[in-house]
């Protein structure tokens, strides 16, 4: 979910400036020019659901990690009972 959520965090802030690149990259030829235009790019909007899918993918993991520790406590204070 880590992973995931990363992957996903990393999409919504790019896909804006991929799809700039891409509708304009047609009129460059060499590396230069899409340099140039990598330059003038101002980001226009912002994806915010797929932010907060890599958010909520973030939760979903911590808090799955915490149950999961806390099951794992528990178990080991039971097992030092029988000690």
């Not at 996903?8 to 990259?25: E, P």
């Amino acid at each position: 979910m880590l992973i995931l959520g990363s992957i996903d965090s990393i999409v919504s802030f790019t896909i804006d400036y991929v799809s700039y690149v891409s509708q304009n990259s047609a009129n460059t030829n060499t590396g230069k020019e899409v340099l140039a235009l990598s330059l003038t790019y101002v980001p226009k909007t912002f994806d915010w659901w797929i932010f907060i899918v890599a958010i909520l993918l973030f939760k979903a993991a911590m808090v799955h990690y915490c149950t999961r520790a806390s099951k794992q406590k528990r178990k080991l204070e039971m097992m030092q009972l029988f000690v």
